[in-house]
């Protein structure tokens, strides 16, 4: 809150003004009660208009017993809530500050009917049935993902992520590890996330759409499949889904070559566990939707913000990370498919200014509308007027790139979902008096793992090259000799970069 010239500024998700006590109509108030109660907290202000204007309480004693009395009797359970009389200028204010509460859902009552109510922008709403679904588990300290689904776990198997399990850890799998990750309960039974990673899914809701769309909207379908598994598979199909309908180049430059690809594939992976990760299952009617377009991925899952704002209203760097179903998010993190800590909205940002062809506008952007998630990952290689040339992106990294003679058939390859093709870029420019040496494989391929993944660490570059550590070390040694790759940030958090270099 704050006090400018006896006006207070302003209603907002935490605070509500009132002008005067409506003692006929308590309903009006109490329901704002129920939903600071139901959500974050926050404070009614008695003596304010809706200007935000101070005009005071004739008597500020009587307004409050009344408000005490009309709590106790129409809430319950009974919210902690603190009366406090504020003066001003010889105003007298009455704040009743409500805390955030630990026993939701906290109903108003009257006449046989209970209603819950959250506070979502500067208003107190009925909750929905999913709302009242979330308030009834969080009073419980109960998740949804984390309730006993009364199936036998005997009945079904988890082949599908042991496996998995194996390849991204290298450890032995356990099948203790089905109870100590929240799959199982201690009495043999599957828990609802136990249905979503168990082989054969029996959850409905556990589905993507995936479409190709033709051009810039939803209009002809060039592909369109549904895929129903779980969500291990679910990740897999929507990942290759995704690089099937999209498109990757690059361009030869002296010494080695430079991918322009049009999205960073580990920044849309990030996307997509995160919509895995965070949508609400409760909807029955509801899947994950991947749309592609020419110029843009959306990823699109039922549930919206847990405290009810909108995330484009929200500064991406201080969104706290609160997790709707934590015992998915936890298995996901024991495969190492997201990371222990942290914002994954503000990983894919990261991840995607990390690309060598990356402009300002084209980061990932976030949107809620209804009870819908939107995360959008705009083409890199595309302008106003259509697919920028290679070449043309190419020049864009690079101003200075013409200088130097295409080596070989002087082509830049681009692969996709359309054909391939060669565009001759450089000309017939004159050969440099000292001929570069170009890298080897290995690093050429730490180089092409960057790209794909910024924040790869050097094991997994190791493994995915199938040499030894110290190789990778030596090489990336050389390499930032060279001035092609430089580290940013910690060892752990950090983030390599390509540094594209006359």
Request: proline fraction near 4%; charge should be neutral; include cysteine.
């Amino acid at each position: 809150m704050k006090i400018h010239d006896s006006k207070l500024i302003a209603e907002c998700t935490s605070y509500d003004f009132k002008e005067m006590l409506e003692r006929k109509k308590v309903k009006s108030w109490l329901k704002s009660v129920s939903a600071f109660a139901n959500t974050d907290g926050g404070s009614l202000f008695y003596g304010v208009n809706d200007e935000g204007e101070i005009v005071g309480l004739e008597n500020a004693q009587a307004d409050a017993d009344f408000i005490s009395e009309m709590i106790k009797a129409r809430l319950d359970p009974v919210p902690e809530v603190e009366l406090i009389p504020i003066e001003i200028k010889g105003r007298t204010l009455l704040e009743v500050k409500v805390k955030s509460g630990v026993l939701t859902p906290y109903y108003y009552f009257q006449d046989g009917t209970r209603t819950a109510f959250v506070r979502i922008g500067n208003e107190s709403v009925e909750c929905n049935s999913q709302q009242l679904l979330s308030l009834v588990l969080k009073g419980t300290h109960m998740t949804w993902d984390s309730l006993p689904a009364q199936v036998e776990a005997s009945k079904h198997s988890f082949i599908i992520l042991a496996n998995t399990f194996r390849e991204q850890t290298h450890q032995e799998w356990n099948d203790k590890y089905l109870e100590s990750f929240g799959l199982i309960t201690s009495d043999g039974t599957l828990t609802n996330a136990g249905l979503l990673f168990a082989d054969n899914c029996p959850v409905f809701q556990s589905r993507i759409f995936c479409t190709r769309w033709t051009g810039l909207y939803k209009d002809d379908a060039i592909s369109s499949i549904e895929h129903r598994a779980n969500l291990v598979l679910l990740l897999k199909y929507g990942m290759d889904f995704i690089k099937n309908y999209t498109m990757s180049g690059w361009v030869k430059m002296p010494d080695y070559r430079l991918n322009l690809p049009d999205y960073s594939d580990r920044a849309v992976f990030e996307g997509l566990v995160n919509h895995l990760i965070h949508r609400d299952y409760t909807v029955m009617g509801g899947e994950i939707h991947i749309d592609i377009y020419d110029d843009r991925v959306e990823l699109v899952s039922p549930g919206a913000m847990l405290d009810g704002t909108q995330i484009q209203d929200r500064d991406i760097y201080n969104v706290p990370s609160i997790r709707r179903n934590p015992v998915i998010a936890d298995v996901f993190t024991q495969l190492d498919y997201m990371e222990k800590r942290g914002s994954g909205l503000r990983k894919m940002l990261e991840l995607t200014k990390t690309l060598p062809n990356f402009l300002p506008g084209k980061e990932p952007r976030y949107k809620t509308e209804a009870s819908s998630f939107f995360t959008t990952f705009y083409n890199l290689n595309w302008g106003e007027s259509g697919r920028i040339p290679v070449e043309a992106v190419a020049d864009r990294v690079n101003s200075t790139l013409k200088k130097y003679p295409a080596s070989g058939d002087g082509s830049v390859k681009i692969f996709g979902d359309t054909p391939k093709s060669s565009v001759k870029i450089f000309g017939d420019a004159p050969k440099p008096s000292v001929k570069q040496k170009r890298l080897g494989r290995t690093a050429q391929s730490i180089l092409d793992l960057v790209i794909s993944d910024g924040t790869i660490s050097q094991d997994k570059m190791a493994e995915k090259i199938g040499v030894s550590k110290r190789a990778i070390e030596m090489q990336i040694a050389n390499l930032k000799a060279k001035g092609l790759l430089v580290r940013e940030g910690a060892d752990h958090g950090g983030y390599w970069r390509i540094v594209v270099k006359p």
